[in-house]
């Protein structure tokens, strides 16, 4: 079975600083899907950022990037040039290819952004 | 990206009675969605897996007779939380993936039995 692993509940930042959130996953398989989700108070769920497994290359989207290590199963987001708007709970979550595959989420972080 | 609609946004039922909440994809069809319930400042506990089509597919721990789950169409899949008690109260929310495995998510239901 497939699991996520978010080992920091909490973290803050000041505000234009960069922070970087940890995440782990397990799986034997080859072929599956990583990303961020973001959660701020209105509880509505936003994607952050998605990786490809077979893609080596990290993905970014503007001041979200990620560090993907297959070889050691993690999948850390880094978030530059903080803004209040960031503050938000962080979940990684885990997909396998295909159409119906699961998805699971880790633990979650709460990130605050400090003015 | 997608956009995911589900209602109610928020209900508050008596002990006992059914509430069906629904879960839409508006701009594309969603072979597969997912249920997760949530508790304060935890993570989304995955319920069951919906396929158009099929039966559901539930989680270890999800009674079946109590959240019924029918995806009739590939933009509507519904839950239905039969003889509702305090218990049951939380925050539901569906997910529905796209062709390139991206869910997009609903806005949530928070469900309240008194």
């Known amino acids: 079975a497939q699991t996520v692993t978010q080992s920091q509940p909490e973290m803050s930042v000041q505000e234009a600083e960069t922070v970087t959130l940890s995440c782990t996953y397990d799986?034997?398989?080859?072929?599956?899907?990583l990303f961020w989700y973001k959660q701020p108070p209105s509880r509505q769920m936003i994607l952050v950022i998605r990786?490809?497994?077979?893609?080596?290359q990290n993905a970014t989207e503007n001041r979200f990037s990620v560090n993907f290590q297959k070889a050691a199963k993690s999948f850390s987001l880094k978030i530059s040039d903080s803004q209040l708007g960031d503050t938000a709970m962080y979940f990684c979550?885990?997909?396998?290819?295909?159409?119906?595959?699961?998805?699971?989420f880790g633990q979650g972080t709460t990130l605050q952004v400090k003015p | 990206g997608a956009v995911v609609s589900q209602h109610p946004s928020r209900v508050i039922c008596k002990s006992g009675t059914s509430v069906k909440i629904e879960c839409r994809s508006l701009?594309?069809?969603?072979?597969?969605m997912f249920w997760y319930r949530q508790f304060p400042k935890q993570s989304l506990m995955l319920m069951a897996t919906?396929?158009?089509?099929?039966?559901?597919?539930?989680e270890q721990g999800v009674e079946k007779d109590k959240f019924l789950i029918n995806h009739a169409s590939l933009t509507l899949s519904t839950l239905t939380v039969t003889s509702a008690h305090p218990e049951d109260s939380s925050f539901y929310i569906c997910?529905?993936?796209?062709?390139?495995?991206?869910?997009?998510f609903g806005q949530g239901t928070r469900l309240t039995v008194v």
């Open positions: 997910s529905a993936r796209t062709e390139n495995a991206e869910a997009f």
């Open positions: 799986t034997s398989e080859s072929n599956y899907y």
């Open positions: 990786q490809e497994a077979y893609k080596q």
């Open positions: 979550a885990f997909t396998l290819s295909g159409n119906t595959g699961k998805l699971i």
């Open positions: 701009d594309f069809q969603a072979t597969t």
């Open positions: 919906s396929n158009e089509g099929s039966k559901a597919t539930y």
